[in-house]
């Protein structure tokens, strides 16, 4: 089936760590997406990718990097530096790289720091 | 940026009931979408509806581009429809999501 693979669903981590989320689509979609979701609150854009190689930050991207090495995956480093990582993260993609078309999310991964 | 407002904030409804949920936004957009979340976390696409009006079951949604706003109607309510409704709106040209803070819908029996 195709679709968004976000790994591991839960993730405990302490502090001082870095920790690396993953995503993965087998949707043959160009752009990829990485939100964070805090409590009782909307979503907020980390970064976001439009082609292989190539990704910009979004609103929040201080404290996390990511990569694009390949079309399907678009892995995001929490790090040290993040003064809250406590979070449920979800990773989007959509087909192309255009302003129109519809967004598809995986199933997220909540990250809880110790 | 753009401002993304959804109302009410939490709805209560009765097994049966209707509802209308409203999304304003304050500039023109490219893209809008609603989603529901589910109490595990989990969105699912609703509608992509950037103007005029569908319906899936006993889900409709309508967009009035024009006037900036959509409305997202839930008829026969069931428990199952519980969680939050967020709609997700674009306006630049990267296709990024900005997110209202969402409506959150409890149905009891």
């Known amino acids: 089936d195709g679709g968004i693979t976000q790994s591991p669903k839960y993730l405990f981590r302490k502090e001082g760590q870095n920790v690396t989320l993953s995503c993965e689509q087998n949707?043959?979609?160009?752009?990829m997406y990485w939100y964070r979701q805090d409590p009782g609150q909307g979503l907020r854009l980390i970064y976001y990718?439009?082609?292989?190689?190539?990704?910009q930050k979004g609103d929040i991207a201080e404290g996390y990097s990511v990569s694009r090495e390949k079309k399907e995956s678009f892995p995001l480093t929490v790090t040290s530096a993040q003064k809250n990582p406590t979070a449920f993260y979800l990773c989007?993609?959509?087909?192309?790289?255009?302003?129109?078309?519809?967004?598809?999310f995986g199933e997220g991964s909540r990250l809880t720091v110790l | 940026g753009i401002q993304v407002e959804q109302s009410p904030p939490d709805l209560i409804l009765q097994e049966g009931a209707n509802s209308t949920l409203r999304c304003n936004f304050s500039?023109?957009?490219?893209?809008l979408q609603w989603f529901h979340q589910n109490p595990w976390g989990q969105l699912i696409n609703l509608f992509y509806?950037?103007?005029g009006t569908k319906q899936n079951g006993r889900l409709s949604a309508t967009t009035v581009a024009t006037e900036r706003y959509s409305l997202l109607y839930i008829s026969s309510s069931q428990t199952t429809d519980s969680g939050v409704y967020f709609c997700?709106?674009?306006?630049?040209?990267?296709?990024?999501?900005?997110f209202g803070a969402g409506t959150q819908v409890v149905v009891t029996p």
């Open positions: 997700a709106v674009v306006t630049d040209s990267w296709g990024k999501l900005q």
């Open positions: 949707l043959n979609h160009d752009a």
């Open positions: 500039d023109s957009v490219n893209n």
């Open positions: 989007a993609s959509k087909r192309d790289r255009a302003n129109t078309g519809e967004l598809f």
């Open positions: 509806i950037p103007s």
């Open positions: 990718s439009q082609i292989v190689n190539d990704f």
